[in-house]
């Protein structure tokens, strides 16, 4: 069965250094999605993307962050500067369609960040 | 705004015993609800959605619009059950939809 898979499965970082979280969705599948979740609370959602555009983002997706399909196949999240509140487990999703009612999210293992 | 609340953090039964994870959400338009686990060291996966109307390992949730609820309910637990269960939200008007997330609570089944 086909699955998202995420690289690397941990990330140490010092602050202030650039990070690149990587993503292959399944590969028929049409709208990407990066959620983090900081250690003790919620997932949260951070962007949608579709058809090389963001299509969704939430305050948390400031301009130190941005999202980037650079082939046919990855997709990645870029913070760029990183800040100790950035640690946190970052989960990549895909669907084959937007709308919720045929919107099930396929989720990665995640992606733990630590910032040092 | 969603907003999706799950007040029980930590709920441990007994095998055999009957278990219900409590969800309630906020949203002003039309909502799809959903429920993902989340097994020991796996990964998050979709357990049923409410469009759907499924029973899946013998878990039903139901809407309940008046009481804005989606309780997700097991008449016999099991003990391959224990897993963190998150409820989620997703606005049926707009495409793209993200999904907001409850804090989640840990089932445990015991023996």
Known sequence: ?116 | AQRVTQPEKLLSVFKGAPVELKCNYSYSGSPELFWYVQYSRQRLQLLLRHISRESIKGFTADLNKGETSFHLKKPFAQEEDSAMYYCALSGLETSGSRLTFGEGTQLTVNP
């Open chain 1, 1 to 116: 069965e086909p699955e998202v898979t995420q690289t690397p499965s941990h990330q140490v970082t010092q602050m202030g250094q650039e990070v690149i979280l990587r993503c292959v969705p399944i590969s028929n599948h049409l709208y990407f999605y990066w959620y983090r979740q900081i250690l003790g609370q919620k997932v949260e959602f951070l962007v949608s993307f579709y058809n090389n555009e963001i299509s969704e983002k939430s305050e948390i997706f400031d301009d130190q962050f941005s999202v980037e399909r650079p082939d046919g196949s990855n997709f990645t999240l870029k913070i760029r500067s990183t800040k100790l509140e950035d640690s946190a487990m970052y989960f990549c999703a895909s669907s084959l369609w937007g709308r919720a009612e045929h919107n099930e999210q396929f989720f990665g293992p995640g992606t733990r960040l630590t910032v040092l």
